[in-house]
T-cell receptor, first 112, second 111 residues
């Protein structure tokens, strides 16, 4: 089934630990995105990539890094997690120059 | 001031009611307007997509854009309990399709 998968579904993490959230899409979309969703704040863009090998910063990039080694995968890394990074993280993909994005099921992350 | 404002609700209506969900925005460069539906503990799914001003209808759903007022709406006719979800508006300022989202309106349709 075409779409976006994310892993893990949920995670509880101790502050200071490193964590990588995984995202894979099979729609051959060239653009991929990472958002965080917090109550009352909606979806905020963390990082994006318009094509393999390139990445860019979104609205809230601090404390996060991404890489885009190929078209399908776009992992998000928290180098040293802090409690303010407790959130639900969504990966999305779309076509550069297109107008819509398609979202994965999300990863619920709690940093204690 | 946020670029996109959306009343968070919650909005509670009886089954069969007409629902009106709205967003206002400040950036006149927005050209593409979307509505996403998000069920609890799920990812957002694209519901409606509109370019520039005008109306678009899809079954029980109608999306309306008034660029002169910087105001968009989503109407749901004959609402069903299965419509209970959070509805997010999103807009594209053009270029590399970076979407700007509203905070979402939580809708509950009760039987």
């Amino acid at each position: 089934i075409a779409g976006i998968t994310q892993a893990p579904t949920s995670q509880i993490l101790a502050a200071g630990r490193r964590m990588t959230l995984r995202c894979t899409q099979d729609m051959r979309h060239n653009a991929m995105y990472w958002y965080r969703q917090d109550l009352g704040l909606g979806l905020r863009l963390i990082h994006y990539s318009n094509t393999a090998g390139t990445t860019g910063k979104g609205e809230v990039p601090d404390g996060y890094s991404v890489s885009r080694a190929n078209t399908d995968d776009f992992p998000l890394t928290l180098a040293s997690a802090v409690p303010s990074q407790t959130s639900v993280y969504f990966c999305a993909s779309g076509l550069v120059g297109g107008d819509t994005q398609y979202f994965g099921p999300g990863t619920r992350l709690t940093v204690l | 001031q946020k670029e996109v404002e959306q009343d968070p609700g919650p909005l509670s209506v009886p089954e069969g009611a007409i629902v009106s969900l709205n967003c206002t925005y400040s950036n006149s460069a927005f050209q593409y307007f979307m509505w996403y539906r998000q069920y609890s503990r799920k990812g957002p799914e694209l519901l409606m997509y509109t370019y520039s001003s005008g109306n678009k209808e899809d079954g029980r759903f109608t999306a309306q854009v008034d660029k002169s007022s910087k105001y968009i709406s989503l109407f749901i006719r004959d609402s069903q309990p299965s419509d209970s979800a959070t509805y997010l508006c999103a807009m594209n300022p053009g270029g590399y399709n970076k979407l700007i989202f509203g905070a979402g309106t939580r809708l509950a349709v009760h039987p």
